[in-house]
């Protein structure tokens, strides 16, 4: 799952005063744009850089990484496509996996600045492929992570051939999907009160709702 500023919606008279979530066959003629202005990014970093700074005691703290990473794609159709990442001062490969589109679900917030998206994909370790890719991408990301949770801030370079695209996106996402599925098949069997996986999922829409609000500088 994850959660990037979206803007499309703006230019189009949504009749909603809160947020709405878009239906997946709208007559609107829309499109995801995983992109912000250079301006809010510079924002949300430091917003997030002052969480890193105010330790609490006996809290778990908010934890900080910066990477610079290479994506390369290589398409397969059926919506599945490998990715295989690099470290960009090594070349050394990270990871290397296929990855399949499940389900999105888009949230128009009329009183934000952004609006959102929520995505399940599966991803899956894949062997990296021969030949050229289709497209490659160049991360410079911070990461803020705390507890079961991540934050991606990341400045996008995007080459598809033509002039490269520089992007701002920020992501939402689970520290471990995996421990997340588990949970899963338990609901309503740990007695009542107890149901960590729609526990872990409203934490993780009410840290989406939050990043919307302060999306402001």
């Known amino acids: 799952m994850q959660y990037v500023p979206y803007q499309p919606f703006r230019a189009f008279p949504l009749n909603t005063v809160a947020a709405a979530v878009m239906p997946p066959n709208s007559p609107i003629d829309t499109r995801f744009e995983s992109n912000m202005p250079q301006q809010a990014h510079r924002h949300y970093n430091g917003l997030l850089n002052r969480l890193v700074a105010q330790a609490v005691p006996g809290q778990p703290r908010v934890k900080y990484s910066h990477t610079k990473l290479?994506?390369?794609?290589?398409?397969?159709?059926?919506?599945?496509?490998?990715?295989?990442?690099?470290?960009?001062?090594?070349?050394?490969?990270?990871a290397s996996v296929r990855k399949k589109r499940i389900a999105n679900l888009d949230v128009h917030s009329p009183k934000q600045?952004?609006?959102?998206?929520?995505?399940?994909?599966?991803?899956?370790?894949?062997?990296?492929?021969?030949?050229?890719?289709?497209?490659?991408?160049?991360?410079?990301?911070?990461?803020?992570?705390?507890?079961?949770?991540?934050?991606?801030?990341?400045?996008?370079?995007?080459?598809?051939?033509?002039?490269?695209?520089?992007?701002?996106?920020?992501?939402?996402?689970?520290?471990?999907?995996?421990?997340?599925?588990?949970?899963?098949p338990l609901r309503g069997q740990l007695g009542p009160g107890v149901n960590p996986f729609d526990d872990l999922v409203r934490v993780f829409v009410n840290n989406v709702r939050i990043m919307v609000r302060n999306s402001a500088p």
């Open 70 to 94: 290479v994506d390369e794609f290589y398409g397969e159709g059926h919506g599945e496509k490998t990715r295989v990442t690099r470290d960009e001062k090594t070349g050394q490969v990270t």
């Open 113 to 184: 600045n952004v609006d959102w998206r929520i995505s399940i994909n599966l991803e899956e370790p894949a062997p990296s492929p021969n030949g050229q890719p289709a497209h490659t991408r160049r991360k410079d990301r911070i990461s803020y992570t705390h507890q079961a949770f991540k934050i991606d801030l990341t400045q996008v370079t995007s080459s598809h051939g033509g002039p490269n695209q520089l992007l701002h996106e920020l992501e939402v996402e689970f520290v471990n999907a995996a421990e997340l599925l588990r949970y899963r």
